[in-house]
């Protein structure tokens, strides 16, 4: 994953010049850690939206699949609006502690 890992001192010192580089169009990740190890990593802006974008697609996705799956039968509009009038004729005759 990682070809290199930036010392996180080092990153601090040019991060500058690291979103100089993204705002140029480089769309190359910065790693950095400690101890050669990835601890984090830097992207430019639309690299991130990119990946954000997709991870809620595939959270959409399978919050779809679920539903789909779910062979329970679904309220319609009436019926919703009744169960939401009984829970709030519950709620209103009950006394706070």
Not at 6 to 21: D, H, M, N, Y
Not at 32 to 50: D, M, N
Not at 51 to 62: R, T
Request: glycine content about 4%; cysteine-free; aromatic content about 6%.
């Amino acid at each position: 994953m990682a070809d290199e890992v930036v010392p996180t001192g080092e990153v601090r010192a040019a991060l500058s010049q690291i979103t100089k580089r993204f705002d140029a169009g480089d769309p190359d990740p910065v790693f950095f850690g400690s101890h050669r190890r990835a601890q984090a990593v830097l992207v430019p802006i639309a690299t991130w939206e990119k990946l954000l974008a997709h991870a809620e697609d595939d959270l959409n996705l399978d919050i779809a699949h679920r539903r789909l799956a779910d062979r329970r039968p679904w309220l319609n509009q009436d019926d919703l609006d009744a169960a939401v009038a009984s829970l709030m004729e519950k709620a209103a005759g009950r006394r706070p502690v």
